[in-house]
């Protein structure tokens, strides 16, 4: 995180924070600064300007009476579309310990271009129900079979056939979660039917179905047929999204995989590198996919 300064992070979930400084240094940060040698114990100072929250469409809310500390604690509570630039990282002095760390970071403006893009892609790509979400929510705690009653529940209640084929493709996730292959393999397939006579606004829902059919192929290890259907997801996605999308790299590691697979180490290579330029520009410099 040093080597990032004037870098952007974001965080994988709803962020929740206080503003007693005091409490959440000695709470929070000093005892994890504790905890065993390789630990840090960080202080987030986040400053931000209201007028630029809401000029940006980056949303936040006092939770103060409603959020962990039930009117004990002031609380803010950021979306997690929110991206942060950080400004600086500094040692905070302290008498037992010194991986005690302060790192202040600004809400960004949104003002980069190539940011703007994603941003507006993928506010574009996630406009389901708040049950959808709810439901891919359940899916992300590792609680399959709460999202699987949610989506069958969904799926009943709806007669359009892109929300249909959104959530028989969301129950092919919960069924491929669960190593139930060929349910998930079935469901992906029924979607896949689906979306490919949907018009051409539904590219990204088509490449999404051609690359989870591949993931079931590629776990089956049938690595031919799950090249050859990343490779179609790929194509799509050049056409229907920013060329920087975080998507476009994730099928360009998928196929290197596959030629890695198929002893092409040559091919794989260079797909990793070109999926690597795209990371490097679309994705905070913390993010998990720079360790895969």
């Not at 980056?58 to 009117?71: K, L, N, R, T």
């Not at 999204?241 to 975080?246: A, E, R, S, T």
């Not at 790299?249 to 795209?278: F, K, P, V, W």
Request: with cysteine; charged share 20%; hydrophobic share 35%.
């Amino acid at each position: 995180m040093k080597r990032s300064q004037d870098g952007m992070m974001s965080f994988n979930n709803f962020l929740s924070r206080s503003l007693d400084r005091h409490g959440s240094l000695e709470l929070f940060a000093r005892p994890a600064s504790y905890q065993n040698p390789d630990s840090v114990g960080i202080l987030f100072v986040i400053s931000i300007n209201p007028e630029e929250c809401e000029k940006s469409g980056i949303p936040y809310a006092d939770v103060s009476e409603i959020g962990v500390f039930q009117g004990n604690e002031s609380e803010i509570l950021f979306t997690t579309d929110a991206i942060f630039c950080i400004n600086s990282v500094r040692p905070i002095a302290d008498h037992y310990t010194d991986r005690l760390w302060k790192v202040e970071l600004n809400l960004t403006e949104n003002d980069d271009n190539q940011l703007k893009a994603l941003i507006a892609h993928e506010q574009k790509e996630n406009q389901n129900t708040g049950w959808a979400r709810l439901s891919s929510l359940f899916l992300e705690l590792r609680q399959p079979e709460i999202a699987e009653q949610l989506y069958k529940t969904l799926l009943q209640q709806t007669s359009a056939d892109r929300k249909q084929a959104y959530y028989i493709h969301q129950l092919g996730s919960v069924y491929y979660f669960k190593n139930e292959n060929s349910k998930a393999m079935s469901n992906f397939k029924r979607s896949l039917e689906i979306f490919e006579k949907i018009p051409p606004p539904n590219h990204h829902y088509l490449a999404t179905a051609y690359m989870h059919v591949g993931n079931v192929h590629n776990q089956m290890r049938e690595f031919s047929k799950a090249l050859a259907l990343y490779q179609q997801a790929f194509e799509i996605q050049k056409i229907s999204l920013p060329p920087n999308h975080p998507h476009v790299a994730t099928s360009l590691m998928n196929m290197g995989s596959m030629y890695c697979d198929l002893g092409d180490y040559h091919q794989a290579l260079s797909l990793y590198q070109q999926a690597l330029e795209i990371q490097k520009t679309a994705l905070p410099l913390n993010h998990s996919n720079f360790v895969e």
